[in-house]
């Protein structure tokens, strides 16, 4: 279990470089900063992202799902907050952007490369 974590957050780690480079209203200070954006963020995802899905679960359910985007950006900008100067999101309509490309990302990186090498 650990390992998975490990392996997770690398991945995270990784995909948040890729999309810093890519949008240039988001600015992440290197490779430590990613690394601890992706511990932050994972955290975020275990103690925040259950409290706000069930407070926004009716939004959630009218908009079949997609409101779980607008949940993304509200941690990676909560994220972002934390981190000061080191994680950088500026605006709203980039940390939505940021969060749609995340999901993608990992969902390509899940499909082809993880899933694979687990039915080895």
């Not at 709203?92 to 899933?115: D, M, P, T």
């Amino acid at each position: 279990m650990l390992r998975n974590w490990i392996i997770s957050l690398f991945i995270n780690s990784v995909v948040l470089i890729v999309v810093a480079g890519y949008f240039p209203t988001i600015h992440l200070e290197g490779i430590g900063a990613a690394i601890l954006a992706s511990m932050i963020l994972s955290l975020m995802n275990i103690f925040v992202k259950p409290f706000l899905i069930l407070l926004t679960l009716p939004v959630t359910v009218l908009t079949l799902g997609l409101f779980l985007i607008v949940i993304n950006a509200i941690t990676l900008m909560f994220t972002s907050a934390l981190m000061g100067d080191l994680f950088v999101i500026e605006g709203f309509g980039s940390a939505i952007l940021a969060a749609i490309v995340i999901a993608l990302l990992n969902l390509a990186i899940q499909k082809i490369i993880i899933e694979p090498l687990q039915r080895k």
